[in-house]
């Protein structure tokens, strides 16, 4: 019995995971940045990143928990994506420190954006506070084209092009 339910188990369909060739095109410019960045560990070794250049096991002590070999696959896709810059500062042997390009470095904003989210929602974290009077800060869309902000109806109504 035991042998049957192994086969079974072993031999069930896989569902895929993020960064399988297999999948399908994003359909969405949301599903486009997830495919590029979506997973947590990508995420957080960009947060990592934000503060400067790091070497392999710098990266490992500030992200708490990932493993060699994770680290190791996150920063090679994010290589990959143009997000992160992997600069070689040993030939013998090959070590490479990593920061992120101009391209990685946008992601900063959505970055504070979901981290704040994150903290709205959670009662141990602390949103992102005004340095001068300690209030939260709130985000709104800014349209450079007309010099103004997006009010809230018409930012509703956003849509991308």
Known sequence: MRKLLRSRTLSSPRRPMPYDPRMAAAESPLAAALERVGDRWSLLVVEALLAGSRRFNELQADVAGIAPNILSDRLKRLERER?????????RPVRLSYELSAEGSELASALRLLADWGARGSGDAEPIRHAVCGTP???????????????????????YL
């Open 83 to 91: 997000i992160v810059i992997a600069r070689p500062y040993s030939e």
């Open 137 to 159: 800060v709130e985000a709104h869309w800014y349209c450079p084209t007309c010099a103004r902000p997006v009010e809230r109806p018409e930012a509703d109504e956003l849509r």
